[in-house]
């Protein structure tokens, strides 16, 4: 009886789009991200880098999941870094006006009319690849670019244990830029955005960001807020590495 009125039950939400999933105590199950962070960085302070911070959407993830979390928040786009600053996040949040890539270097950064698809790469305007095919490019402007190795040297952090990647399609030169962190087994977690389309001309590729992530031990734990073309094929989503 039990059985047939799970069923049941399933059968009732499934037809209004909803479904049931099964939630194990200390365990990760891949439905909710926040939940799954706090079984993979098992810390009440952890030192959190988020890379993109953008208006400061992870920051505020970050501060919901973790108690004390002491976040390091990089912006380069200097409107948006203006609007991070005018936020109220506490004296715990460490707001950086640069970005990270392979080498320490000033570089053309690409404004679009929304901000959270911001990119040192140019959009790609093929309709059949991107949704955001006919995103307007409001301004072009030179930043700093960083690399995480140097940026940890300068600043003595001696460990991440979550460091957050978005950088639409420039996560692959971020993670270059800090492999000696990676190779000294210094960073706990990567979170990042996995391009599946491409939305970007010259995009990292996700196969070679998965190998390089496990060449360096960080396994995929799962895929989160995941993006679809037509309602079909994977567009992009967000992934969790430990």
């Known amino acids: 009886m039990a059985d047939r009125l799970k ?14 999933g099964r939630q194990f105590a200390n365990r990760v199950t891949g439905y909710e991200l926040a ?7 098992k810390l009440d302070n952890p ?8 208006r400061g959407q992870t920051i505020e993830l970050l501060q919901d999941c973790f108690r004390h979390p002491v976040i390091h928040a990089f912006e380069p786009a200097s409107t948006t870094y203006a609007d991070l600053q005018k936020r109220q996040f506490g004296s715990s949040v460490h ?34 690849e ?37 950088t639409q399609g420039f996560e692959l030169p971020v993670l270059r830029g800090g492999e000696n962190l990676l190779r000294q087994k210094r960073v706990g977690a990567v979170l990042l955005e996995l391009n599946f389309s491409l ?16 060449a360096h031990g960080l396994r995929l734990i799962d895929l989160y807020e995941k993006e679809r073309i037509s ?11 430990a």
């Open 7 to 20: 069923n049941v039950l399933k059968s009732l939400l499934s037809s209004t789009g909803l479904f049931v």
């Open 35 to 41: 939940r799954d962070l706090n079984q993979i960085v």
């Open 47 to 54: 030192l959190c880098f988020d890379v993109g911070a953008n």
């Open 95 to 128: 707001l950086h006006p640069i970005a990270f890539g392979e080498r320490v270097e000033a570089a053309e950064f690409r404004n679009y009319k929304h901000s959270e698809l911001n990119s040192f790469l140019t959009m790609n305007r093929d309709h059949t």
């Open 130 to 166: 991107n949704l955001f095919a006919e995103e307007e490019l409001v301004q072009v402007e030179t930043v700093q670019v960083d690399t995480l190795d140097r940026f940890c040297a300068e600043h003595g952090i001696e460990h991440i244990d979550l460091l957050k990647i978005d």
């Open 199 to 214: 939305l970007y001309e010259g995009q990292s590729d996700y196969l070679q960001l998965m190998t390089l992530l496990r």
């Open 231 to 241: 309602g079909r094929e994977l567009s992009w989503a967000t992934a969790l590495f």
